[in-house]
C-alpha cells in the first residue's frame, strides 16, 4: 500500500482566524489564554482537514513563523530579547515584532528580528541570528505537546522540524563567526530532540532541508555530509525533505545522504524523478510531490498517473506521496467561495482540495483506476473545460503577442537625447522633488471604497467621494510645493489586486488568502487566461487631478513582472508568456495616459527582484524576459513623456545592469535605511539615466531631518552627477498617516531647495 503524508497545512484559518486574535493579543483586547486556545483550535481544524492522509504532520502551525518557533526550540534567542521580563511568549512576540503587548514598559527600545522571504515564496520568516556567544540548548516542550495533541486526532503524526543545515544556511552572523562553527553544537541538540521524540512515541520525522535545491559551496555540501552521518544514529525514522527546485548537482549527495527517506518536490523536479529512483538505495523511501503546494489549480490526474503507474510498479511500498511542498503557500478551502465563476471555481483546488487529490491518486495506483473511476472522469471533465475554454484562450491576444518587435519594447532615441526633450516639456528645478504613488489610506478612504464594493453607495457617490480625496491630496501636495505631483491612490485597494480587478483574465477570491508574515496576509489575484485590457483603467483619475493643478501630475501604475509575481498565475504556459501578455496590456494603459496629455508615468516594479530564481545560473534567463515585458508596457512612448519606475529594495547590486537595461528615464528606489550603501553598486557600474534614491524611510513612523536628508542626498551626488538626482520618499506613503507625512514631506522639500542652491553655487564657482 502506498503511503500518504501532508508537509504541512496554513495556519491562518479559513476565516483569517489566527491574524485577528494576533493582533487582538497584541492590542491586549484579549488574553494570552484566549489566544492560545483559538490556536489549539486551528491545529485541530487543520489535522481534521488532512485526516484523509495516512500520516498528519505535527509542529508545522506557528503563531508567527516556522523559523523563528525553530529558534525557539533550539534555545537560540538573541540575547536583547533573553534579557528582558516576561515570559517565553513575550519573548517570542518581541524578537518577532519588536514589541509584545501594546503598552509594554520596555516597548520600543528592542529591535525585531528581520524578516526575509522564505526561498522564492511570497512567505517571510524571522531571520536567525548568531554570534560568537550562540550556544543551543533544546527546548522541546511546545513541540512534543503539539504532537501529544495530534495523536488524539489521528495515529499517525509525523513531526515537521527544520533541518539543521538549512536553519544555519537562513540565519545570520552578527560578527565574525563563521556559521560552520556553530554546526556541532546544533547536531548535538538535534540528536537530544530525536532521543525525546522517540520517548514520545515517534517514529517518522520529516525534516525540511530545501536548501537543497540551491547551488551550495562545498562547505556547505560537507555540512550536510556531517549532519546527516552524524544523525544517522538517531532512534527515528529520518524523511529528508527538499522542496522548491530541482535537485541537479546535488542529486546524488542526497541520494547517499543516511536517512530512511527522501521527498523530492515532483512538480519542479519531475525529471530528477528516474535519476533519483536509480540513485537511491533499495531500503529508502521515496516520497513524491505530485500535488504543487504552489498554485491553486486542480491537478490532471490522469496524467500524473500516467506517468506514476511505472513508477509504483518499481517502487511499490517504498512510494510515498505527498503535495510537492507544504500547504502554507496556497488558500485553505476552495468552499469557502461562493462568488466565484462557476467554471473557474471548478478548475481549482486550494489546501483541502489538494489533500483529496492525493488520496485519488494514492488510491488509484493501490486498487486500480477503476476503484475512482468517478473522481477520475470528473477531473478529467474538469480539465479539459479549461483547456479548451474560451474564457481562457483569446486568439486576438496570442496573435498579437506573435507580432511583438523591438521597436516596441525599445525608445526611440537614447535617454540623454530624450532628456532633452523632457526638460523643454516640463521645467523642473535641480533636485526635482516627487512620491512614490500613494498618501495616507484613511479610515475614511476604506470606508468608502467598503461601501462601494458593498452596494452601499452609487458610483456616482463613490466618485465623487474619491475625487474629493485625490483633490485634497493635490492641494497638499500643492501647499508642500512638491515638483511632481501624483493623484495619492485612493481607489486602490492593493497595486497589483486593483489592476487584476480591471483588466480581462483575472478574477479574485473572497476568502483565498496566504500568510506573508506574522498575521498579514494577502489575497493573490488569479490569472486563469489570456490577458485583456478592456477599458482606461487610470486615466480618468489621473486626469482628474491633472485639472487641478498647473504642476505635472504623475500616472501610475503597476508593472507586469510585479503582476505576474504577486498573483497566482496560469500553470499552462511559461512564465514568461504570461508576462509579455500582462505587458501588453499595461502598454495599452500607459498610451492611453500619454494621449491623454500625461507628460510623465510611473510603472511600479516592486516584485521584479524577488522573482529571481533560487539558482543563479538561471537569472539571466528571468531578467531577460522580465526586462522585455517592462520595455513592452512602457516604451512605447514619445521621447516627450517620462517613464519611471519604482522598486522598493535596496539589494540590487547583483542586478543593476539589468535594470539599466529597462531604460526607464527616472528610477526610484530604496535606499534611506541601508544609508546609501546602495549607491556602492554604482562605483562598478554607472546607471546612465536619472535617479532618485528614497531619503525617507516610510516604514517607520520617524520623521526624517532636514539635515538628514541633505547628507543622505549628498552621499548620492558624489557618485550621480546633480542633473540626474531626484529626491523622493523610499516608497508609497498609504501605511503612514498625514501628521507624519507632512512634516517629512516638508522636510524632505525643504532639503531639495537648499541642495539646488548650494549645488548650483559650487556649479557656477
Ligand atoms: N505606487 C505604489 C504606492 O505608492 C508603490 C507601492 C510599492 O512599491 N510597493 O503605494
Ligand atoms: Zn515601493
Known sequence: MITTHSLGFPRIGRQRELKFALERYWKKAISAETLLETATHLRIQNWQDQAVLDWIPAGDFSLYDHVLDTSFLLGNIPERISRLSGNELDHYFRLARGRGVSDDADCACVSAGELTKWFDTNYHYIVPEFDKNTRFSLNAGPLLQQIQAARQQHN???????????????????????????????????????????????????????????????????????????????????????????????LQLVCELPVAGVHLDAVTARDEVVKVMDWLPGHKILSLGVINGRNIWKTDLNAVLDWLEPIHARLQERLWLAPSCSLLHVPIDLNSEQALDADIHSWLAFA???????????????????????????????????????????????????????AMYRRKSSYSQRAAVQRERIPL?????????????????????????????????YQSAMQAEVEQCVREQEALDLDVLVHGEPERNDMVEYFGEQLEGFTSTQFGWVQSYGSRCVKPPILYGDVLHTHEITVGWIQYAQSLTGKPMKGMLTGPVTMLNWSFVRDDQPRSETCKQLALAIRDEVLALEKAGIAIIQIDEAALREGLPLRKSQWQDYLDWAILAFGIAANGVQDSTQIHTHMCYSEFNDIMEAIGRMDADVITIETSRSAMELLDAFDQYHYPNEIGPGVYDIHSPNIPSEEAIIDLMKKAAQRIPVHRLWVNPDCGLKTRSWEEVKPALKNMVAASRYLATAFKETKAS
Not at 546527516?228 to 538517531?234: D, G, T
Not at 480539465?383 to 483569446?394: N, T
Not at 528645478?429 to 504613488?437: A, D, H, R, W, Y
Not at 498618501?439 to 471604497?449: D, N, V
Request: proline fraction near 4%; glycine fraction near 4%.
Open 156 to 250: 499517525q503524526v509525523k513531526p515537521v522540524i527544520l533541518g539543521p543545515v538549512t536553519y544555519l544556511w537562513l540565519g545570520k552572523c552578527k560578527d565574525a563567526t563563521d556559521k560552520h562553527d556553530l554546526l556541532d553544537g546544533l547536531i548535538h541538540v538535534y540528536e537530544q530532540l530525536f532521543r525525546d521524540l522517540k520517548d514520545a512515541g515517534v517514529t517518522w520525522v520529516q525534516i525540511d532541508e530545501p536548501v537543497l535545491v540551491m547551488e551550495l559551496s562545498d562547505s556547505w555540501k560537507h555540512a550536510l555530509r556531517k549532519t546527516y552521518y552524524q544523525l544517522q544514529a538517531a532512534p527515528v525514522n529520518l524523511m529528508l525533505t527538499t522542496y522548491f527546485g530541482q535537485l541537479q548537482e546535488n
Open 352 to 406: 483541502v482540495q489538494k489533500l483529496q487529490e492525493v488520496k485519488i491518486l494514492a488510491t488509484a495506483l493501490d486498487h486500480g483506476r477503476q476503484s475512482v473511476y468517478d473522481a477520475l472522469l470528473e477531473n478529467q471533465g474538469i480539465i479539459e473545460s479549461r483547456q479548451q475554454s474560451e474564457r481562457v484562450h483569446r486568439a486576438a491576444v496570442k496573435s498579437r503577442l506573435l507580432e511583438i518587435s523591438p
Open 429 to 461: 528645478p535641480l533636485f526635482p522633488t516627487t512620491t512614490i504613488g500613494s498618501f495616507p489610506q484613511t479610515q475614511a478612504i476604506r470606508q468608502t471604497r467598503l461601501d462601494y464594493r458593498k452596494g452601499k453607495l452609487s458610483a456616482e457617490a
